[in-house]
């Protein structure tokens, strides 16, 4: 099976006539995800070689599961937490609201438990060829997560990105105490940091790109230069301006200009 992009291939259109671009790239898209391939268009006005700043989401993302949901598995709630965290995902649920009771469940696990999941969380294909590729350029890459901080240091460490935005999962005298600690690394937090990373490096938002698959990220992908909804919802699929849902993370390379045999 395929796992980077030196195993798939690209190709490019040309469509002559301006009218109805919109329209023209949404159904694009649309034939793409029946067939299995990834289809995206790219207006005249699009600017992408020049992004300076890109951040993700982590969760179902960065890595191929929800840290959320691995934990309450370690709990014997599994399946009640992951049928909360697929609703939200969707959009179904407030995502404070569903964050908070989730966590919740979860008091008294046992803390020994985060290091064996952290250990062993499992990457999403093309992540490390993605990031190896944008620091080569030197983009600055970041972590905006919903999910916990002590699995995106863990990520970041390994991907070697730059710097990590997550929630804090409490625990006191060995056990998760269930609590929620402020902020929530919600939608607003994600838009809004993403603005303020751009602002301090002195750069616009069209120099920057947004990966995610939730509604939480919807924002963040809305705000963003580029905006790629990577396997994602429906709900999200529908909304963001470009869409991977067959290649890799390194799919997003082709994006930016990487058409090559390599990323």
């Given at each position: 099976?395929?796992?980077?992009?030196?195993?798939?291939?690209?190709?490019?259109?040309?469509?002559?006539?301006?009218?109805?671009?919109?329209?023209?790239?949404?159904?694009?898209?649309?034939?793409?995800?029946?067939?299995?391939v990834?289809?995206?268009?790219?207006?005249?006005?699009?600017?992408?070689a020049?992004?300076?700043?890109?951040?993700f989401?982590?969760?179902?993302?960065?890595?191929?599961?929800?840290?959320?949901?691995?934990?309450?598995?370690?709990?014997?709630?599994?399946?009640?937490?992951?049928?909360?965290?697929?609703?939200?995902?969707?959009?179904?649920?407030?995502f404070?609201?569903?964050?908070?009771?989730?966590?919740?469940?979860?008091?008294?696990?046992?803390?020994?438990?985060?290091?064996?999941?952290?250990?062993?969380?499992?990457?999403?294909?093309?992540?490390?060829?993605?990031?190896?590729?944008?620091?080569?350029?030197?983009?600055k890459?970041?972590?905006?997560?919903?999910?916990?901080?002590?699995?995106?240091?863990?990520?970041?460490?390994?991907?070697?990105?730059?710097?990590?935005y997550?929630?804090?999962?409490?625990?006191?005298?060995?056990?998760?105490?269930?609590?929620?600690?402020?902020?929530?690394?919600?939608?607003?937090?994600?838009?809004?940091?993403?603005?303020?990373?751009?602002?301090t490096?002195?750069?616009?938002?069209?120099?920057?790109?947004?990966?995610?698959?939730?509604?939480?990220?919807?924002?963040?992908?809305?705000?963003?230069?580029?905006?790629?909804?990577?396997?994602?919802?429906?709900?999200?699929?529908?909304?963001?301006?470009?869409?991977?849902?067959?290649?890799?993370?390194?799919?997003?390379?082709?994006?930016?200009?990487?058409?090559?045999?390599?990323?």
């Amino acid at each position: 099976m395929p796992r980077t992009l030196a195993d798939r291939r690209c190709a490019e259109g040309w469509v002559l006539d301006a009218v109805g671009q919109d329209s023209l790239a949404s159904a694009f898209s649309a034939v793409g995800l029946d067939d299995g391939v990834d289809v995206n268009a790219q207006l005249p006005t699009d600017t992408l070689a020049d992004i300076k700043l890109a951040v993700f989401d982590m969760d179902s993302t960065l890595i191929e599961c929800e840290v959320i949901d691995e934990l309450a598995r370690r709990a014997g709630i599994g399946a009640a937490v992951s049928r909360i965290t697929e609703r939200a995902m969707c959009g179904e649920l407030d995502f404070n609201q569903s964050f908070t009771e989730r966590l919740s469940l979860l008091k008294g696990l046992d803390s020994a438990v985060i290091n064996d999941i952290a250990a062993d969380l499992p990457f999403s294909e093309g992540g490390k060829e993605l990031m190896l590729t944008l620091k080569a350029r030197g983009i600055k890459t970041v972590i905006l997560s919903g999910g916990f901080r002590v699995f995106a240091e863990r990520v970041a460490a390994e991907l070697s990105m730059d710097d990590v935005y997550a929630n804090t999962l409490d625990v006191e005298a060995g056990v998760l105490t269930g609590r929620v600690v402020a902020p929530i690394v919600n939608a607003e937090f994600k838009a809004t940091t993403l603005k303020s990373l751009a602002h301090t490096m002195g750069i616009g938002l069209n120099q920057t790109l947004a990966v995610g698959d939730g509604a939480n990220d919807l924002k963040m992908l809305s705000a963003a230069g580029v905006g790629i909804a990577f396997r994602a919802k429906p709900l999200v699929r529908a909304q963001a301006r470009y869409q991977l849902s067959h290649v890799g993370l390194d799919g997003a390379l082709y994006l930016m200009g990487s058409k090559g045999s390599k990323p």
